[in-house]
């Protein structure tokens, strides 16, 4: 049963429009959220996270938004580059040990 | 030029040997891990390890051991237990503290023949 699910396996935008990657958790012990961003054959690389004590964290053209109530939480990338183009992983950590569950992720693909 | 590297980047294997995959980190973490990736699936948790000489299993643990005698290094053998090894593995770090992302290695795929 999966506790972190990425429900959009891909999802194609043009260049300079918005990307929004959505992820949904159902652990409500999950405490601290992460974004990464991998491309093939490479390790995942750190993009942005949220405790669950804030609804909101931007960094530069990634804002990640939180709604713990919907257990729900999304990536935004305004505006998007072509160099965005990768699999985006979600990842939750729960608040009793220091372990991550992480998500099967979304294929983003930016098109000039 | 502190970062996690993971030896070899491919790795090729007969049925039923056992094989070690390295990673080393440089970064003083305190905490390291080991994931395997599928296609088309997210990281699944093999081991971890918090502090040295002491490691958990994962929810994948069977057919896998590691050791860890060494604050930097965290080799994982796939023994010829494993059913399915072959796979992208992925090796992890991050400092003790809660709020604090992981730090991945370039990764190592394994390919049994």
């Known amino acids: 049963d999966q506790q972190v699910k990425q429900n959009s396996p891909s999802l194609s935008v043009q260049e300079g429009r918005i990307s929004i990657l959505n992820c949904d958790y159902t652990?409500?012990?999950?405490?601290?959220f992460l974004w990464y961003k991998k491309y093939p054959a490479e390790g995942p690389t750190f993009l942005i996270s949220?405790?669950?004590?804030?609804d909101k964290n931007e960094d530069g053209r990634f804002t990640v938004f939180l709604n713990k109530s919907a257990k729900h939480l999304s990536l935004h990338i305004v505006p998007s580059q072509p160099g965005d183009s990768a699999v985006y992983f979600c990842?939750?950590?729960?608040?009793?040990?220091?372990?991550?569950?992480f998500g099967p992720g979304t294929r983003l693909s930016v098109l000039p | 030029d502190g970062g996690i590297t993971q030896s070899p980047k491919y790795l090729f294997r007969k049925e039923g040997q056992n094989v070690t995959l390295s990673c080393e980190q440089n970064?003083?973490?305190?905490?390291m891990y080991w994931y395997r990736q599928d296609p088309g699936q997210g990281l699944r948790l093999i081991y971890y390890?918090?502090?040295?000489?002491?490691?958990q299993k994962g929810d994948i643990a069977e057919g896998y051991s590691v050791s860890r005698e060494k604050k930097e290094s965290f080799p994982l053998t796939v023994t010829s237990a494993q059913k399915n090894p072959t796979a992208f593995y992925l090796c992890?770090?991050?400092?003790?503290?809660?709020?604090?992302?992981?730090?991945f290695g370039p990764g190592t795929r394994l390919t049994v023949l």
């Open positions: 992890a770090s991050r400092w003790g503290s809660s709020y604090n992302e992981q730090f």
């Open positions: 652990n409500s012990m999950f405490d601290y």
């Open positions: 949220i405790s669950s004590i804030k």
């Open positions: 990842a939750a950590r729960d608040n009793y040990g220091q372990n991550f569950v």
């Open positions: 970064l003083n973490h305190d905490a």
């Open positions: 390890s918090q502090i040295v000489n002491d490691f």
